[in-house]
């Protein structure tokens, strides 16, 4: 392709990053030039969004939706310094016996900055509105509470978890944007929800590069996705009988407050998605709850 027209395509994230690295004979150069491309296609100006709102025409549904976001995505920032972290230790751990995997881990721990800037978005769009139409306001101490860092894990664990709350929040922002009867609420929502998809699909990929690698067992994604899908499970978040007291720092899906208010939401969406990214990312095809609980003690025993 001429460099002129490569300029003009709209880059890709790259499903089988482990192939692409140790078969393909692509480089961290290349690939962050992908992640460039695309994050740079999809850019957008929360400025212009809140222009279009108005704000006469929101809901309570949509307060509550609103105020619990701009308060959950506080806590992408440490998510994403967590990750860049864990990514470039991971790569420095693999580099003599494993180049392909310490470069899929490179490419993990690059792409986190544009992760870390595109949570920003949504971080300041949801909180702007909350102080603009008087919600309770969020204090310095909560802010600060809900910066503290995220303790490290094993790698596959991290990527899985952060594939499942990508989910979570990409359906929980689609049912707020059908759940609106404002126009400029909904563009916010919908491109949020765009967003949160995009993230989604990344983590599948570094997730699966960790499988396809060999040094990741596949058991390590269904401990994730049967944490949270058990009964009483973590994607219950703030509904379930018993919250840990993390001590360390805040998971979002803990604290969500809507009083008497329904959030938005639809379960059985999530977890088809939670299917679908196990069966990407293991290449294990599971339809329900019980199988995942099944194949997890399966792949555990074995
Ligand atoms: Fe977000
Ligand atoms: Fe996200």
Known sequence: MAFADSLLDKGEIIPDLYDAFSKKGRSLIDVTWEQHK???????????????????????????????AGKAELTTKPGADRLARVADTECRRWLKEDPALAACMQACGTWSRYWNEEEAY??????????????????????IEYR??????????????????EIIATVNYLRCAAATQEPGMQAIFKQVA??????????????????????????????????????????????????????????????????DIVAPDDVGQKHKMIFSALEKVTGIRVSCIAEIEETWMELVSA
């Not at 969004?49 to 609103?66: A, E, G, W």
């Not at 949504?122 to 309770?136: K, Q, V, W």
């Not at 990741?216 to 949270?228: E, S």
Request: net charge negative; aromatic share 12%; proline share 1%.
């Open 38 to 68: 695309f994050h740079e296609q999809r850019r957008w100006s929360a400025a212009e969004l809140l222009k279009d709102v108005n704000f006469d025409n929101l809901s309570k549904v949509d307060m509550v939706c609103l105020w619990n």
């Open 148 to 165: 503290k860092v995220f303790p490290d894990d094993n790698a596959l664990r991290t990527m899985f978890l952060l594939v499942t709350s």
């Open 122 to 143: 949504h971080e300041n769009i949801f909180n702007m509105m909350a102080e603009r139409l008087g919600l309770e306001h969020i204090s310095d101490e909560t802010f």
């Open 194 to 259: 765009a967003d949160e998809a995009q993230h989604m699909r990344y983590f599948i990929s570094f997730a699966k590069a960790l499988v396809d690698s060999g040094k990741y067992p596949a058991k390590d994604a269904f401990a994730i996705a049967q944490l949270f899908l058990r009964e009483d499970g973590e994607m219950q978040g703030h509904k379930r009988k018993q919250i840990e007291n993390r001590g360390t720092h805040v998971n979002w899906w803990d604290h969500l407050e809507t009083g």
